[in-house]
């Protein structure tokens, strides 16, 4: 190749990533061939150690990169020849680069998986830690970012800590559909060497191999939902980053940030900027660019695999390394962030924030909703003009708009009792919110198992095959 075609088709700079997973895809494809009888015994073993002084390279960073040689593939095998002489060569028997490559990058999403998994957990758990204390604290819920009900700070931070639950779950879900071995599948067609995939499959920490080769070196659809996860997670980190830069703005003052994670002005002294939210939020931009990426990248491919399929790393890589180092940072933010509750209280006495409540109530005394919705509408209006709340308005005033009202009204129009009597199930009670805290630590804790056991399972398998 002309070195021009040489540098432009080069996959190195972000293959070479993928160097310790291709030497354990190594390992397990020649145990294999020695098993099977494809190779002889001798071969293997000198393969085999061979491939575990160039594992001991990378894990040094004694590993040079040739860039001559195109990806970190070829890079591996030609210094495995280098190591001990023409024996390197009968590595690849049975197995091409379409595979191979299918089978390095599976594992090393495989693993982002779950990492993405565990640091969404400590970001949830670190919402739920700040529920836990301020089951009682209350403040407006905001449709519109308008007033709309009294919530609690708890069911605030839980709502947060459910959708980065379910985030989670989708890690693990992605996870558990990668975790199929291509390797085997060759270029496209299998083999006519008489190998044993389930042997290599089961090696890699893989479930199962890939049911179909074609299939098996042609998708990346493990790659797109990857990218969608990690969107969908930095999309609900985003709307997270946006309302504590509202929060902590003076107009709010429901937050303090931390001074650790907050920036000063290099011309105004009395600011405090918080920048970590504003750049987890910027993030999100690329995040979603990298699955835009994928699913136009992959929209027109025929059967099987295409050199476009070269490009589908860095988007992913990328990716991924952003909503967990943003998962990260954003738990230290918010553990360290201090909430003022009474703050939060003060505003609710702002926007007849316990309207619907008032027309709740007229429904318990038999009037219809649509009804009492016109009544309370009318008593708002009031409210607006004299600038008198609802709960402030005497008995005789309030009855002016309906008959129906007595002096049990007031034990509904405080703000208090509105959350407290939201106590149906997922509601903002404190009774409400107790029961959400118990879910969202058992949700953390079955996940938590599942990372560590399939975390346990990979690490035995690298342990076995670099012994």
Known sequence: MDDS???????????????FYDVMGSLAHVAM???CGIIPAADADAISDGLRGILAEIKEDRFELDFSLEDI???????LTERIGPAGGKLHTGRSRNDQVATDFRMYLRDDAL?????????????????ETNGDTVMPGFTHMQHAQPVTLAQHMLAHAFRFSRDADRFLDAFRRMDKCPLGAAALAGTTYPIDRRMTAEALG????????????????????????????????????????????????????????????????????????ELVRGKTGSVIGALVTMLT?????????????????????????????????????????????DRMLEVTSRGQINATDLADYLVTKGVPFREAHGIVGAAVRRSIDTGVNLEDMTLDELREFSDRIDKDVYDVLPVVRCVERRDSYGGTSPASTDVQISQAIEQMMLRDEVVRQETQLISNCWKALSS
């Open 5 to 19: 075609t040489l540098e432009f088709t080069s996959s190195l700079d972000v293959d070479s990533k993928l160097a």
């Open 33 to 35: 061939l020695k098993a």
């Open 73 to 79: 593939h070829t890079n591996v095998e030609f210094r």
């Open 115 to 131: 990492r993405a998994a565990d640091s969404l957990d400590t970001l949830m758990g670190a919402l739920v830690k700040v529920a």
């Open 206 to 277: 893989f479930k199962e191999p890939t049911e179909n080769s074609m299939d098996s070196v042609s998708d990346r659809d493990f790659v797109c939902e990857l990218a969608f996860c990690a969107a969908e997670t930095a999309v609900h980190l985003s709307s997270l980053c946006e309302e504590l830069v509202l929060w902590s703005s003076q107009e709010f003052g429901f937050i303090e940030m931390d001074d650790r994670y907050t920036t000063g002005s290099s011309i105004m002294p009395q600011k405090k900027n918080p920048d970590i939210a």
């Open 297 to 341: 990248m992959t929209k027109g491919l025929p059967l099987t695999y295409n050199r476009d399929l070269q490009e589908d790393k860095r988007p992913v890589m990328d990716s991924m390394a952003t909503v967990i180092s943003c998962c990260s940072i954003m738990a230290k933010v918010i553990s360290t962030t201090e909430f003022h509750a």
